[in-house]
């Protein structure tokens, strides 16, 4: 069987050993797709797409291409076309095939055919078309060079046809169509608009003066098409990531400075905000490094010292022993970080830190030269930075003060817990639990309803700190938080110590209301900007209360939706008795434990960190201080209501 299919597909004159391999090769991508896309679900399948636009990024790299477009057509097909030279159509001797045809079923063969400065780049993995090709129900390329349009179509990863002359052209560029196949995309095929906009503008704001044009043209009455071209670059990236996230410039001009030493670029955009959030978005390659790496710690080191350095020599200091640390120089700045080099190394986990030291030294030597020139030719900004970084410096030390202060009056020591906390009976946080209710019934009734050998209940009440407008020395003397911190134990900003929490599930539990909402994004946004390992590592939890009891007779059930309690009414056979519960208080202890926080049929949702960057987004625009973004977040996101998505 499988000879047959590459009897069929292979010209007859280059049937050989090595052919073989080569389509084991793409077999092998559709047995273990997860370890060339790093999944099957909705990320791997838009990795797809990143793939096939990444190549053709490359090109404009190399000086080729002006123009990329991206269009979702009907059935969710990706077309990625763009005018660059063309994949190479001519044979390639060993393999006796057309070098695009390679490209397309050879596995890692993108930079090897060819030459010309084209190098792969970029991507996740980095793994190629052909990889795209093999996990694709059908893949068709067009390629315009040398007067022709030349046209192949593959079929998971296999030729169902020779590469053929379909046309005359006097253009040059390369069109790929594809379609993900459903036999291993099982769980979706459908690509997310904002999720493929969101890359597609990051890629125009990293490759200034690239254009690209997306369109997603499924639904046909309503289909949507934009341009991304930013001749700003980075510095665009930047005032576009401030403006979104409602922050407001503390200088004009975004600080733009770039540095080449022939074999690597390095590239810094920054510019200060009046929040009090740290954003610095680093990429390599034009990939993003969410874990950042070299390039990002030379940048922080560097900002730190030159800063000084200036505050120094303008005795901007009271206290000459005085200095800033990295923390007060990164208070409020919005930065992007974009290195460009050869041989990119990537360590940690996640395959998204960049490990060559060498970048780092040209990191460092752009913001030596660069930026304390840029600060002498721009005192008032150089000023407004400095007086944010000492004001913030200020709050640090008052900040562990209080810290200090706390320390000592034991509030936030592990041995005396708060008077709210109805602690359980087993200390292994393997197993134990603690929820966090609001209101003092709820509490109550959770506190008779829970098992207390491993759940313990601290009870909230009145109005919680917003603490996306507030410094951590609001924070460390806060009365409703304080609780929480001792009760978890774990610390508390550098303090944080993940080693001592005292409950392995932190679980939020609050009326399934708007202020029940409330409450909980007041808690995540505590937890995501104080505790953020908290939810790194899935230790936070939201409590998911039914919203009705429907019952007839002897039978209950719990519905925890309007389609849910219409379907057990039918069920039931109508003329059920039902109640609507408008908050926990109103449900007895055993009904709490029952549908809310009994381990073998309650439901919660588990709280996912999947992009820091997306969730920092998301937090500054709902909890911060303007309006305007955060009414059109709600518009926006108004249809997954019943879905808490950070
Ligand atoms: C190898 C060599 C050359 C171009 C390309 C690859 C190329 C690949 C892709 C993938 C998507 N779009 C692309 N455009 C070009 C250069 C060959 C020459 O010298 O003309």
Redesign the pocket.
């Known amino acids: 069987m499988e000879n047959e299919i590459l009897e069929q597909n292979l010209p007859e004159s280059s049937y050989s050993e090595s052919d073989i391999q080569v389509l084991e090769g793409l077999e092998a991508v559709r047995k273990r797709p997860g370890m060339y896309i790093g999944s099957t679900g909705p990320r791997g399948l838009h990795h797809l797409v990143y793939e096939i636009v990444d190549?053709?990024i490359d090109?404009a790299l190399a000086g080729y291409?002006t123009h990329i477009e991206v269009e979702v057509l009907p059935g969710d097909i990706i077309s990625v076309r763009?005018n660059?030279?063309?994949?190479?159509v001519g044979m390639n001797e060993k393999l006796g095939l057309p070098a695009v045809t390679v490209v397309l079923t050879v596995l890692h063969a993108g930079g090897k055919?060819?030459g010309?400065g084209?190098k792969v780049a970029g991507g996740l993995h980095g793994v190629g078309s052909s990889v795209v090709n093999a996990l694709s129900e059908w893949l068709e390329v067009e390629v315009s060079r040398e007067g022709h349009i030349h046209h192949q179509r593959f079929e998971q990863g296999k030729a169902v046809t020779d590469l053929k002359i379909i046309g005359d052209t006097q253009e040059t560029g390369?069109l790929v169509r594809f379609k993900a196949d459903p036999a291993i995309f099982t769980e979706t095929t459908e690509y997310d608009f904002e999720t493929l906009q969101k890359r597609l503008r990051e890629q125009a704001f990293l490759n200034a003066g690239l254009q690209i044009t997306f369109s997603d043209r499924r639904d046909e009455a309503n289909s949507k098409s934009e341009e991304y071209c930013y001749e700003g670059g980075i510095s665009s990236f930047v005032e576009y990531l401030n403006k979104t996230r409602g922050y407001t410039a503390l200088h004009d001009e975004v600080i733009h400075i770039s540095l080449s030493d022939g074999e690597s670029t390095a590239e810094v955009a920054f510019q200060y905000n009046d929040s009090y959030n740290e954003n610095i978005i680093s990429f390599a390659n034009n990939m993003h490094t969410v874990d950042g790496g070299t390039h990002e710690d030379a940048f922080k080191r560097a900002i730190t010292r030159i800063f000084n350095d200036y505050a120094l020599k303008y005795k901007m200091f009271k206290d000459e022993k005085f200095r800033l640390k990295g923390d007060d120089v990164r208070e409020g700045i919005m930065a992007v970080v974009s290195v460009k080099l050869e041989d990119a190394q990537f360590e940690s986990q996640t395959k998204a830190k960049l490990g060559n030291t060498a970048i780092g030294t040209l990191v460092n030597k752009l913001l030596s030269e660069k930026l304390a020139d840029y600060l002498e030719e721009n005192p008032t900004t150089a000023k407004a930075i400095l007086n944010k970084s000492i004001n913030a410096a200020k709050v640090r030390e008052a900040a562990q003060k209080a810290r200090d202060n706390a320390r000592n009056s034991k509030k936030l020591s592990s041995f005396r817990m708060p008077e709210k906390l109805a602690d359980c009976i087993w200390s292994d946080p393997e197993r134990t639990e603690l929820f966090i209710v609001e209101g003092d019934s709820a509490g109550g009734s959770a506190i008779q309803g829970r098992k207390r050998d491993f759940q313990a209940i601290l009870s909230l009440w009145g109005k919680m700190l917003n603490v996306e407008k507030a410094r951590l020395d609001k924070v460390y003397t806060n009365d409703k938080l304080l609780p929480v911190v001792a009760s978890l134990g774990c610390g508390i900003g550098e303090d944080f110590d993940l080693s001592k929490l005292r409950y392995g599930k932190v679980i939020i539990m609050a009326d399934a209301d708007v202020d029940g909402s409330h409450i909980c994004t007041l808690l995540l946004t505590f937890f995501f900007r104080y505790m953020r390992p908290l939810i790194e590592e899935g230790h936070i939890y939201i409590a998911q209360p039914p919203l009705y009891r429907v019952s007839k007779a002897k039978q209950t059930f719990y519905a925890f939706s309007d389609e849910e309690r219409d379907a057990y009414i039918a069920q039931l056979g109508g003329n059920a008795d039902i109640q609507r519960y408008k908050g926990l208080g109103e449900m007895d202890p055993e009904q709490l434990f029952e549908t809310t926080m009994d381990p073998a049929t309650r439901t919660m949702l588990k709280v996912h960190m999947e992009d820091a960057q997306q969730a920092d987004e998301t937090f500054s625009i709902l909890m911060g201080d303007k309006v305007e973004p955060r009414r059109d977040f709600i518009e926006k996101n108004a249809q997954y209501v019943s879905n808490l998505d950070i």
Request: charged residues 20%; aromatic residues 14%.
């Open positions: 190549n053709s090109e291409c763009d660059g030279r063309g994949i190479p055919f060819g010309g084209y390369t």
